[in-house]
């Protein structure tokens, strides 16, 4: 084997670890260059296959996910897992890397489930909480990120009592290690009491997220998404004007953080969309709701169902001002979306395809 050069592996290095200072402060410009200046550097010095250079991959990766670009952080993330895998040669080199691979593996999982390919989400997620817990141990502190992780998983999968068992075992752990409980702990709760209806309880934990986002703000990205999610809790509550002043002010911080095209701006828009329409602002709801879309295809791709969403929504929109033409023809557009890429049980399909059969039952010209 070649000697290794100290002095350009040290210098890569240092480039790796500028980049993720500046991916943690939200400076992502910054980071991806730092980060692929880095890559180069570590496969020159140490070879394509070294850890090191899994390890700028994850950090790309990291950063294409924050970018909101799931399919980019995706590639990342596999090529990185792959050289983890290849490293694992024996159980001393496989518990050198068993940390780092957990961490792939979960965020693999994460932008997959994003980029809305859920089946093969799932294994991931769920070996990365079995490599974790043989990493670290089943009760460390570390852990607790893994379950949070499974959770939003299984949330997201209208799997509700598996995704709190998960949620709360995340908490007991920080409590265990003396850990105080973050926002996205209490922003997580009140997604799911939300998506179970019981909006006065999500109410609370998002004033709980919002509370604790506001003394320790980032970028705007947090606070904003906390915000938005103490707006679907007040819009559940038919609460709309109280749901529109949320969402403008979590869409304000957005776009003061510098990522306007990032994710949670699409969702914000949505939900701002089912807000103003409540209020009988269709024009700007048809607006918000178009907005989304074009966000939406622009961070996941053409067919993604979350696209089927709010299609499906600005259908309804269609119906309600009497163009029953138009939203028959969306809806078709949401159903086919949605049934091409979700199974028959997931919630966003169920509700798209409920909303087509209403519009099969309306006579030509009548709201359903």
């Known amino acids: 084997m070649d000697e290794i050069d100290e002095a350009r592996w040290t210098e890569a290095a240092d480039l790796l670890d500028r980049a993720g200072e500046a991916l943690a402060e939200c400076r992502l410009d ?17 070879g394509v296959d070294h850890p090191d250079h899994a390890n700028a991959l994850d950090t790309l990766g990291a950063i294409a996910a924050a970018q909101g670009n799931p399919e980019a952080a995706v590639v990342q993330f596999r090529a990185a897992l792959a050289i983890y895998d290849a490293c694992a040669t024996d159980e001393e080199d496989a518990a050198v890397v068993r ?33 974790a817990a043989r990493a670290y141990g089943p009760d460390a502190l570390e852990v607790s990120r893994f379950h949070n992780q499974l959770g939003v998983f299984l949330r997201f999968g209208g799997r509700y009592d598996e995704a709190e068992a998960a949620y709360l075992r995340a908490a007991a752990l920080r409590d265990a290690n003396g850990e105080p409980q973050p926002s996205t702990h209490f922003h997580n709760l009140s997604g ?18 919002v509370a604790i986002s506001e003394i320790r703000p980032l970028d705007g990205l947090s606070l904003g998404t906390d915000l938005c999610g103490l707006g679907d809790a007040l819009a559940g509550q038919a609460r709309f004007a109280d749901a529109e002043a949320a969402y403008r002010r979590g869409l304000s911080l957005f776009a003061a953080s510098g990522r306007a095209d990032h994710p949670e701006v699409a969702y914000a828009l949505h939900n701002l969309g089912d807000c103003l329409a409540a209020l009988g602002q269709t024009v700007d709801a048809e607006r918000a709701y178009r907005a989304s879309i074009e966000r939406k295809q622009a961070a996941f791709g053409a067919d993604h169902p979350e696209i089927a969403a709010t299609l499906s929504n600005l259908a309804a929109l269609y119906a309600e001002t009497n163009r029953m033409d138009a939203a028959r023809v969306t809806s078709r557009r949401a159903v086919v979306m ?9 919630p966003i399909r169920q509700g798209v395809e409920a909303f087509a059969r209403s519009l099969r039952r309306a006579p030509a010209g009548r709201r359903p």
């Open 30 to 46: 910054e980071a991806q260059g730092l980060a692929e200046s880095a890559r180069d550097a570590l496969a020159a010095v140490l």
């Open 192 to 209: 799911l009491a939300s998506a179970r209806g019981d909006f006065v309880r999500a109410e609370g934990f998002a004033r709980a997220a």
């Open 338 to 346: 949605a049934q091409a890429t979700l199974p028959p049980d997931a």
């Open 99 to 131: 940390p780092l691979r957990a961490e792939t593996l979960a965020n693999l999982g994460e932008q997959l489930m994003r980029a809305g390919h859920a089946d093969e989400a799932e294994p991931l997620v769920r070996a990365a909480l079995t490599e």
